[in-house]
């Protein structure tokens, strides 16, 4: 199993852009599906998550302005970002929570992580 994060890049504040987290591989269910972020210097902080149901939560400094989705159909998660600010500037890094088979507990992956960077 493989997570791909990408979307990432270059844009002024006030700015939009979509993240997008695709897991491939063996897959038999992708359980609750996380976004976090890591600034330079400091620690990963987490910035949405969803279930497979689609139940969301957001970190209070993205609230209003990010919004976390998935497509179970293809193995895909999003993260649709508005209003950018310099300080959302960060690494954006994809888990999910995914079984390969029915029987087993869900294993942890992580996505290699996209720059998003917010020019003001």
């Known amino acids: 199993v493989q997570l791909q994060a990408y979307g990432g890049g270059l844009v002024q504040a006030g700015g939009s852009l979509r993240l997008s987290c695709a897991a491939s591989?063996?897959?038999?269910?992708?359980?609750?599906l996380h976004w976090y972020r890591q600034a330079p210097g400091k620690q990963r902080e987490l910035v949405a998550s969803?279930?497979?149901?689609?139940?969301?939560n957001y970190a209070d400094f993205v609230k209003g302005r990010f919004t976390i989705s998935r497509d179970n159909a293809k193995n895909t998660g999003y993260l649709q970002m508005n209003s950018l600010r310099p300080e959302d500037t960060a690494v954006y890094y994809c888990?999910?929570?995914?079984?390969?088979?029915?029987?087993?507990?869900?294993?942890?992956?992580w996505g290699q992580g996209t720059q998003v960077t917010v020019s003001s």
């Open positions: 888990n999910a929570y995914i079984k390969e088979y029915s029987y087993e507990l869900p294993s942890s992956y």
């Open positions: 591989g063996s897959i038999f269910s992708i359980n609750t």
């Open positions: 969803i279930t497979n149901g689609g139940s969301a």
